[in-house]
């Protein structure tokens, strides 16, 4: 099959294909993945002698949780409309890793754990199609025509009784060679499905990395330089002893922008952490916003971007109440 009409069908299920939650931009994110694991010769090989690529489902298992793990540990995002029942994968991680927001990367969690979660994904969801357990593997290359889909299996065939995946090499071939621009098509197509059902910022980001380099806030202890008690319990604050803190957690808010951050004790900012401070406190970086304004340039810059017509001091507010809408704790300092 030519590469023109693998290229039509990948992006067919991406924009047209039925979806009821996020499983199909996770396999293909791992079709594509997966074919980054062979060298070109190997690729070579395989369509030299027509012979597919099998993987089984444990394999596909594993990525699923590494793809949603950071989603719901770390940003909570929602992945179906139904938030009531939410899909198998992330009731499988709440149930192994629990509810509550995970600092540290996945790769430092217990190999015990991990491993545990990943055969209950395995069961969960890629069980067998007779028993409703494997629903993204034969469903995914169903191709809509007109009103109705018929499955056309032009990247993989499968095997419920063997529980894997055989991988056509032209499909291999297509999703190696084609990887960047398919990975990007993926990965706008999941955050689009995910707007839809969710208000966080920035779910591109979130959905593409588990791992975000952030950068150092030392300079806005300059910035904020005349600020010099606590933001949270007054203390004065010492040269050594003054941090940087997200007032809506850096992990739902994902940038570092003026109006969002203050100058807090050591003490304060440990305790706080990834939560959010009670609501009087919201109350208080408004009003250090409105004071401080006009003679910081760099929180005017920020206050600025921030406002999208209906004025910043409600952008605050909506990003507060929905922060704790998504499960954010709120600690009393």
């Given at each position: 099959?030519?590469?023109?009409?693998?290229?039509?069908?990948?992006?067919?299920?991406?924009?047209?294909?039925?979806?009821?939650?996020?499983?199909?931009?996770?396999?293909?994110?791992?079709?594509?993945?997966?074919?980054?694991?062979?060298t070109k010769?190997?690729?070579?090989?395989?369509?030299?002698?027509?012979?597919?690529?099998?993987?089984?489902?444990?394999?596909?298992?594993?990525?699923?949780?590494?793809?949603?793990?950071?989603?719901?540990?770390?940003?909570?995002i929602?992945?179906?409309?139904n938030?009531?029942?939410?899909?198998?994968?992330?009731?499988?991680?709440?149930?192994?890793?629990?509810?509550?927001?995970?600092h540290?990367?996945?790769?430092?969690?217990?190999?015990?754990?991990?491993?545990?979660?990943?055969?209950?994904?395995?069961?969960?969801?890629?069980?067998?199609?007779?028993?409703?357990?494997?629903?993204?593997?034969?469903?995914?290359?169903?191709?809509?025509?007109g009103?109705s889909?018929?499955?056309?299996?032009?990247?993989?065939?499968?095997?419920?009784?063997?529980?894997?995946?055989?991988?056509?090499?032209?499909?291999?071939?297509?999703?190696?060679?084609?990887?960047?621009?398919?990975?990007?098509?993926?990965i706008?197509?999941?955050?689009?499905?995910?707007?839809?059902?969710?208000?966080?910022?920035?779910?591109?980001?979130?959905i593409?990395?588990?791992?975000?380099?952030r950068?150092?806030?030392?300079?806005?202890?300059?910035?904020?330089?005349?600020?010099?008690?606590?933001?949270?319990?007054?203390?004065?604050l010492?040269?050594?002893?003054?941090h940087?803190?997200h007032?809506?957690?850096?992990?739902?808010?994902?940038?570092?922008?003026?109006?969002?951050?203050?100058?807090?004790?050591s003490?304060?900012?440990?305790k706080?952490?990834?939560?959010?401070?009670?609501?009087?406190?919201?109350d208080?970086?408004?009003?250090?916003?409105?004071?401080?304004?006009?003679?910081?340039?760099e929180?005017?810059?920020?206050?600025?971007?921030?406002?999208?017509?209906?004025?910043?001091?409600?952008?605050?507010?909506?990003?507060?109440?929905?922060?704790?809408?998504?499960?954010?704790?709120?600690?009393?300092l």
């Amino acid at each position: 099959m030519a590469n023109t009409d693998l290229r039509y069908y990948f992006n067919t299920i991406l924009t047209k294909g039925v979806k009821d939650n996020t499983y199909k931009f996770a396999l293909a994110r791992f079709l594509l993945d997966y074919s980054q694991n062979l060298t070109k010769e190997q690729i070579y090989a395989k369509l030299k002698n027509n012979e597919p690529e099998t993987v089984d489902y444990q394999q596909i298992a594993n990525a699923f949780l590494k793809y949603y793990w950071h989603q719901e540990c770390k940003y909570r995002i929602r992945q179906n409309h139904n938030d009531a029942k939410p899909p198998s994968v992330v009731t499988t991680i709440r149930h192994v890793f629990g509810e509550h927001y995970i600092h540290r990367r996945f790769s430092e969690m217990p190999a015990d754990i991990i491993k545990e979660a990943q055969n209950e994904i395995r069961k969960k969801v890629f069980g067998k199609e007779k028993s409703k357990t494997s629903q993204v593997i034969p469903r995914f290359q169903n191709i809509r025509e007109g009103n109705s889909a018929t499955g056309k299996p032009v990247f993989y065939d499968y095997d419920d009784n063997a529980m894997c995946i055989r991988i056509k090499p032209q499909a291999l071939e297509f999703f190696n060679q084609n990887y960047t621009t398919l990975f990007k098509s993926v990965i706008l197509e999941w955050a689009k499905f995910l707007e839809k059902i969710n208000t966080l910022p920035r779910l591109i980001a979130k959905i593409e990395s588990a791992e975000v380099k952030r950068t150092s806030l030392r300079k806005y202890v300059h910035i904020f330089r005349d600020f010099r008690h606590c933001f949270y319990c007054n203390c004065v604050l010492e040269n050594d002893d003054t941090h940087v803190d997200h007032f809506i957690p850096w992990s739902y808010i994902f940038e570092d922008e003026s109006w969002n951050l203050v100058m807090t004790c050591s003490g304060c900012n440990s305790k706080k952490s990834d939560s959010l401070a009670s609501s009087e406190f919201l109350d208080e970086i408004i009003k250090r916003n409105k004071t401080y304004r006009d003679r910081i340039a760099e929180l005017h810059k920020s206050l600025t971007g921030l406002d999208v017509g209906k004025g910043w001091e409600g952008e605050i507010r909506k990003h507060y109440e929905n922060c704790k809408e998504y499960g954010f704790s709120v600690i009393r300092l």
